[in-house]
T-cell receptor, first 114, second 112 residues
Framework: DAGVIQSPRHEVTEMGQEVTLRCKPISGHDYLFWYRQTMMRGLELLIYFNNNVPIDDSGMPEDRFSAKMPNASFSTLKIQPSEPRDSAVYFC????????????FGQGTRLTVV | KQEVTQIPAALSVPEGENLVLNCSFTDSAIYNLQWFRQDPGKGLTSLLLIQSSQREQTSGRLNASLDKSSGRSTLYIAASQPGDSATYLCAAPTGGGNKLTFGTGTQLKVEL
């Protein structure tokens, strides 16, 4: 397997624009996690899915953020409208089961909102 | 709520030295703990997953220990090499065990 695949690797957008980040988890993994990493706050969990169903979105900072997982092989994280404070690296990770198994991370999407 | 702390935040050592990275967690009702490595501009790579039933877990020059009663885990790196330079993060389960809380990491630099 190619691992967790995220796209794009880098995204620069203007404030107010919609941004969509994409993730393809490892085949056979039941859990998918979206994280955000910043220097100030470290690595924060935004939302996670189990078998394509959102389980916990308590980490989603605002209603401007939304995530979907239409099938087992694809998930999106959307920010609309984007703001400069959303600038961060966004990671997607998948696990075969929950946190009791090894987590595999994608390479991340570096988002810059100007 | 699980809180994870890592000390030191940064560490610089000469090549060949043995070193220990520390991780503390507040909720000891965990069944495992993971150590990750992150290279600049890259994602996280899982190094070791140590179960609560284990005291230690080893992979090559890496050895992780877990002491639930004291809320501590250590990552021991033997005979450090420049290629070990990276940020090391530990993560403990939280929220019923389905998600991870990460520490802020220790940035390691191994110098020639």
């Amino acid at each position: 397997d190619a691992g967790v695949i995220q796209s794009p690797r880098h995204e620069v957008t203007e404030m107010g624009q919609e941004v969509t980040l994409r993730c393809k988890p490892i085949s056979g993994h039941d859990y998918l996690f979206w994280y955000r990493q910043t220097m100030m706050r470290g690595l924060e969990l935004l939302i996670y899915f189990n078998n394509n169903v959102p389980i916990d979105d308590s980490g989603m900072p605002e209603d401007r953020f939304s995530a979907k997982m239409p099938n087992a092989s694809f998930s999106t994280l959307k920010i609309q409208p984007s703001e400069p404070r959303d600038s961060a690296v966004y990671f997607c990770a998948s696990t075969q089961r929950a946190a009791d198994t090894e987590a595999f991370f994608g390479q991340g999407t570096r988002l810059t909102v100007v | 709520k699980q809180e994870v702390t890592q000390i030191p935040a940064a560490l610089s050592v000469p090549e060949g030295e043995n070193l220990v990275l520390n991780c503390s967690f507040t909720d000891s009702a965990i069944y495992n703990l993971q150590w990750f490595r992150q290279d600049p501009g890259k994602g996280l790579t899982s190094l070791l997953l140590i179960q609560s039933s284990q005291r230690e877990q080893t992979s090559g020059r890496l050895n992780a220990s877990l002491d639930k009663s004291s809320g501590r885990s250590t990552l021991y790196i033997a005979a450090s090499q420049p290629g070990d330079s990276a940020t090391y993060l530990c993560a403990a389960p939280t929220g019923g065990g389905n998600k991870l809380t990460f520490g802020t990491g220790t940035q390691l630099k191994v110098e020639l």
